[in-house]
């Protein structure tokens, strides 16, 4: 039975072209070729970009250290990290993490101003519905105040009109102060003719 090579997503199988990195390397690609199940011949890039910039040796001691269930992982963090590091031979990956560090402490920054704004406009909405309603509360008891002292619910009972006056009976007979002041005093029995002229004196 042929050679088993795996091409792009598992469950391709190739048993006639050499891998890529095989190919790249211009080698004879064996039977228990560590590249083989992850360099796809379809996709030579990937394993000269990484070749270029770790080494083939490298890459296959790599792999090798690495349990067989993560390597097809290890080999697209490896894929990714030489592209990035042939396009930014300076920073490599770390350029394209701080940059999407920055990118996602800005838009944090700026959802954060957003919450800020709509909690500010959720306050100011209920403060203006807060003093609408006591505004309305206020005028609506100064109304049913005013309603009350203007009409009261009991209205004391009306004053009774007072007696007219009684009138006066005017009577004949002098009122009896002035009897009082000038009352006649009692006639003397003595008359004019006892009075003698011993105690005139004359005038000469």
Known sequence: MGRRQLLGPPGTLNTITPCAACKLLRRRCAEECPFSPY?????PHKFAAVHKVFGASNVS????????????DAVNSLVFEANLRLRDPVYGCMGAISALQHQVHSLQTELNAVKAEILKYKYREAASTIISSSHAAL???????ISAVALPSSLPPPPLPLPPPTPSVVSSSPPSSASSLYTILPSSTTGYSSITSDNIPYFD
Do not use: G, W, Y
């Open 139 to 145: 005028v609506s008891s100064e109304s049913d105040s």
């Open 61 to 72: 001691k790599m792999l090798m250290d690495v349990a067989e269930n993560q390597r097809a």
């Open 39 to 43: 360099f796809s011949p379809h996709e």
